[in-house]
């Protein structure tokens, strides 16, 4: 599945201090994208779906998985979301 539109993703050094569940940004000091869950800032979905940041599709053997996609006309993003159906 690919998002419909191009969601904003703020770029910073350090988390923010008050976030809203379902927050993202992405953490330019560990060079990752962070999503906040469960209370927490983590680099994976919640529920052990790997996070994927990178051009090419991501090799794995996971049947669930969220994949940004750098690098697209330039700096653009394009986010993916595999759910294991076909």
Do not use: C
Request: proline share 7%; no cysteine.
């Amino acid at each position: 599945m690919k998002f419909l539109a191009t969601p904003e993703i703020p770029v910073l050094a350090q988390a923010p201090a008050s976030p809203d569940e379902g927050e993202m940004y992405y953490d330019s000091a560990l060079d990752t994208l962070r999503v906040y869950a469960e209370g927490a800032w983590r680099s994976h979905v919640s529920d052990g779906q790997p996070l994927f940041v990178s051009a090419a599709d991501p090799v794995t053997d996971a049947e669930r998985y969220l994949w940004v996609q750098t690098g697209i006309n330039g700096t653009d993003m394009t986010f993916w979301v595999e759910d294991g159906t076909v």
